[in-house]
């Protein structure tokens, strides 16, 4: 057990829908990341918050959006679903700094799309 | 950006060793980590190397040569448990300066026989 929560741990929706993902942090980590892994495109980053505020931003889709909340939740927003976002989404948190390096994935949400 | 290159699978034998391959190319470079994933499941970090040279963690073992931007992970004593996916992964500097999230290679399938 990583530490790391998400809820829910499986979704499915229909195309044109929205959802939201709900990811927490290990106690004390302060940097919370989302990931999407699908079949054909690995694992791929898509946005990292720091403490409240967003850090860095990978491959995410416009359609996409996240935030991280005062008590350091995250929650990652998909609409506009289509059948192509049927994935694994991970959360991850770390200790920023020296040992960001090593992230702690939670268990992830399998969203499937139909 | 980061491209990582790693052999989409291997297959070793219980109780024998194993390296896993991977060459990276970045734009900055913050290190080489490497995760293990099991099916269904979440990516547990398993090592990291900054700076060149080898890097023991009990039966792992990780390697980094930076002017050859490549590294290796090497399993001893190999388990059936440790057939899984392993990933290598590096976070380099993002449009900003800052730290990126991590980009992953595609995945390492290994196989053990008894």
């Known amino acids: 057990d990583s530490g790391v929560t998400q809820t829910p741990k499986h979704l499915i929706t229909a195309t044109g829908q929205r959802v939201t993902l709900r990811c927490s942090p290990r106690?004390?980590?302060?940097?919370v990341y989302w990931y999407q892994q699908s079949l054909d495109q690995g694992l791929q980053f898509l946005i990292q918050?720091?403490?409240?505020?967003?850090?860095a931003k990978g491959n995410i889709l416009e359609r996409f959006s996240a935030q991280q909340f005062p008590d350091l939740h995250s929650e990652l927003n998909l609409s506009s679903l289509e059948l192509g976002d049927s994935a694994l989404y991970f959360c991850?948190?770390?200790?920023?700094?020296?040992?960001?390096?090593?992230?702690?994935f939670g268990p992830g949400t399998r969203l499937t799309v139909t | 950006g980061q491209s990582l290159e790693q052999p989409s699978e291997v297959t070793a034998v219980e109780g024998a060793i194993v390296q896993i391959n991977c060459t990276y190319q970045?734009?900055?470079?913050?290190?080489l980590s490497w995760y293990q994933q099991h099916d269904g499941g979440a990516p547990t970090f398993l090592s990291y190397?900054?700076?060149?040279g080898l890097e023991e963690t009990g039966r792992f073992s990780s390697f980094l040569s930076r002017s050859d931007s490549y590294g290796y992970l090497l399993l001893q004593e190999l388990q059936m448990k440790d057939s899984a996916s392993y990933f290598c992964?590096?976070?380099?500097?993002?449009?900003?300066?800052?730290?990126?999230?991590?980009?992953f290679g595609k995945g390492t399938h290994l196989i053990i026989q008894p």
């Open positions: 991850a948190s770390s200790v920023e700094g020296r040992d960001s390096y090593e992230q702690y």
């Open positions: 106690s004390g980590d302060l940097s």
């Open positions: 918050y720091y403490n409240g505020e967003e850090r």
């Open positions: 970045t734009s900055g470079f913050y290190g």
């Open positions: 190397n900054a700076l060149d």
């Open positions: 992964a590096v976070r380099g500097l993002n449009s900003g300066g800052g730290a990126d999230g991590l980009t």
